[in-house]
């Protein structure tokens, strides 16, 4: 069994942003058909290459999440999603579905809670998944089950491009960003403290719990600092960590390819 989980919005946002001309066109039937064929034949690229057996693209719902609740500016930096790509949502997953992929969301949780939650129990039955997105938070997840796959970097996302980005393990991201942060999601981290740092915090002490702990033997003002955002970072490494308990309520066989020979 191996499972394709598309990160829709992530997908769709970066083919629809690299149409000529499509960002300032006005919302029209036409304009809407060209968005969604477009992203079903970047989908049916990467069935054509992973060639899964199940295959489901998972969308943001609009409504707040649980992100939401614990830190309310959470994302209000980002860019809306364009109105255009609003209305061509119906168009888009009707266009996936005649390849066979259904498109799933929950109330209350983003893509990426669902993402990882169908990935790790699959991976407890010793099924393989993909996620396909460019994000590289979804690398907390690597695992001997779990890939990640840049489509349009046209590579897998591994150990080494994890160490390039957050200057640490897989398994130690959120402990990292839980102290950076990150301004474009408006979760504040520790004041002053960058990724190479926190990497480096992270590296030493075994992990963000172990960091804060001994805090009182960090000198200077990164001890200062550390003393004074200990809750925005043990916000933040919650607000970094990937749900893997969503209640869905879809089973795996919803997710089965039309064509499948299994």
């Known amino acids: 069994m191996k499972l394709l989980l598309v990160d829709g919005l992530n997908l769709v946002r970066r083919i629809f942003s690299a149409i000529p001309g499509l960002s300032e066109a006005e919302v029209s039937a036409e304009h809407q058909a060209q968005i969604a064929q477009s992203s079903a034949q970047s989908l049916r690229r990467a069935l054509k290459k992973h060639s899964p057996s199940h295959c489901v693209a998972v969308f943001e719902n609009r409504a707040e999440t649980w992100r939401h609740r614990l830190l309310p500016q959470y994302k209000q930096n980002r860019s809306p999603v364009p109105k255009l790509l609003i209305a061509a949502m119906p168009h888009i997953k009707a266009e996936f579905l005649k390849s066979g992929v259904s498109s799933y ?74 102290l950076a942060g990150d301004s474009s999601l408006s979760i504040p981290g520790v004041k002053s403290v960058g990724i190479k740092t926190a990497a480096r915090l992270v590296n030493e002490y075994g992990d963000l719990r172990s960091v804060l702990d001994n805090v009182s033997s960090i000198p200077g003002a990164l001890g200062k600092n550390l003393r004074a955002g200990r809750d925005d970072a043990e916000l933040s490494y919650r607000l970094f960590q990937l749900r893997t308990d969503v209640e869905l309520d879809v089973n795996l066989k919803n997710f089965r390819l039309v064509n499948d020979s299994e």
């Open 105 to 178: 969301q929950l109330a209350g949780y983003e893509a990426d809670d669902i993402i990882a939650t169908c990935a790790t129990r699959i991976a407890q039955y010793q099924g393989h998944s993909v996620i396909l997105s460019t994000d590289r938070l979804h690398c907390q997840l690597l695992s001997k089950h779990i890939q990640v796959y840049d489509h349009f970097g046209e590579c897998f996302l591994d150990e080494e491009s994890v160490l390039k980005k957050f200057f640490t393990s897989p398994d130690k991201i959120a402990d990292v960003m839980g």
